[in-house]
């Protein structure tokens, strides 16, 4: 029912390096604090389903994650990016690249990608 990525990239030494150490800054869609620090990750569940059997309960729950990175520096971003792939890689498997893009407001730069994640119960 909860997507694995939040413990996955906390786990991660180059993550929490590049994203704040014993506090990283990666949080649910519409959760990041105020004020914004960069570089920063939010994340939102964009599909999901428990693997259901006739006669036995699911044993695996499989999530669509989109992932946004947003930095103030092109090579931050870059960087955050790569940092996050690697660590979702060896537990799941990147199924978009999404938008590259600077943000009209407030001029950070956005990475986005989708995860496919099947965590087992």
């Known amino acids: ?67 946004d990175i947003y930095s103030l520096s092109l090579a931050n971003c870059i960087d955050c990016a790569t940092a996050v792939r690697d660590a979702i890689e060896g537990n799941a498997y990147i199924t978009r690249w999404g938008t590259q893009e600077i943000e009209t407001e407030t001029k950070a730069y956005r990475l986005s990608f989708d995860v496919d994640w099947y965590e087992k119960r």
């Open 1 to 67: 029912m909860i997507s694995p990525l939040f413990p996955t990239l906390n786990a991660d030494s180059k993550v929490k390096s590049l994203l704040g150490g014993d506090k990283i800054r990666v949080y649910p869609f519409g959760q990041q604090s105020l004020p914004i620090q960069y570089p920063y990750i939010v994340w939102q569940v964009i599909s999901g389903s428990p693997e259901n059997f006739l006669g036995t309960r699911a044993d695996i729950d499989s999530y669509s994650i989109q992932v």
